[in-house]
T-cell receptor, first 113, second 110 residues
Framework: ETGVTQSPTHLIKTRGQQVTLRCSSQSGHNTVSWYQQALGQGPQFIFQYYREEENGRGNFPPRFSGLQFPNYSSELNVNALELDDSALYLC????????????FGPGTRLLVL | LAKTTQPISMDSYEGQEVNITCSHNNIATNDYITWYQQFPSQGPRFIIQ???TKVTNEVASLFIPADRKSSTLSLPRVSLSDTAVYYC???????????FGTGTRLTIIP
């Protein structure tokens, strides 16, 4: 149904390392949003990209950064990993117009040891 | 975004109607109310959105009183596959920078 894919599905890193997570948007969608979901909590908005430009950011430090490519796929980069960065990272793509068309991917589960 | 309050968990039997209420006392004039469903190890899925009175689609109904300080998601004749976490969000229409609360964990009992 969703068409949004994320890779990898699972990842283990150690504190201080860097990680890159990837998201392929649903066809025709030009907006990608990234969310962090800690265990037992709801997703928290990290940032959004619209046509390759950052279009809003949540309360996350600068070591969380992103990119959106011409084909509207996206990357989330996290530097200097901390134990609290362990979470499910979700991306959602949309056409940028109607909220009900925002489709979430299955997420990447990151464990920082 | 307006803060929302929902029950942490609810149980219901198969075949019953389930109503989940969300409080949002400081909802703004231009805010809409949106509900999402999330299964384990999956991303949230949009269920329904409304501004006032009643909205119904193929999966749920959303009831919003005149003061809009609360809303109720109604799931008719639930099945085991409706076991999930349900999130209530309040924010401007078209807002995609969503902030979820902790949601309501709904468990359907056979």
């Amino acid at each position: 149904e969703t068409g949004v894919t994320q890779s990898p599905t699972h990842l283990i890193k150690t504190r201080g390392q860097q990680v890159t997570l990837r998201c392929s948007s649903q066809s025709g969608h030009n907006t990608v949003s990234w969310y962090q979901q800690a265990l037992g909590q709801g997703p928290q908005f990290i940032f959004q990209y619209y046509r390759e430009e950052e279009n809003g950011r949540g309360n996350f430090p600068p070591r969380f950064s992103g990119l959106q490519f011409p084909n509207y796929s996206s990357e989330l980069n996290v530097n200097a990993l901390e134990l609290d960065d362990s979470a499910l990272y979700l991306c959602a793509s949309s056409s940028g117009l109607v909220i009900e068309t925002q489709y979430f991917g299955p997420g990447t589960r990151l464990l920082v040891l | 975004l307006a803060k929302t309050t929902q029950p942490i968990s609810m149980d219901s039997y198969e075949g019953q109607e389930v109503n989940i209420t969300c409080s949002h006392n400081n909802i703004a004039t231009n805010d809409y109310i949106t509900w999402y469903q999330q299964f384990p190890s999956q991303g949230p899925r949009f269920i329904i959105q409304g501004y006032k009175t009643k909205v119904t689609n193929e999966v749920a109904s959303l009831f919003i009183p005149a003061d809009r300080k609360s809303s109720t998601l109604s799931l008719p004749r639930v099945s085991l596959s409706d076991t999930a976490v349900y999130y209530c969000l309040v924010g401007p229409f078209g807002n995609e920078k969503l902030t979820f609360g902790t949601g309501t964990r709904l468990t359907i009992i056979p």
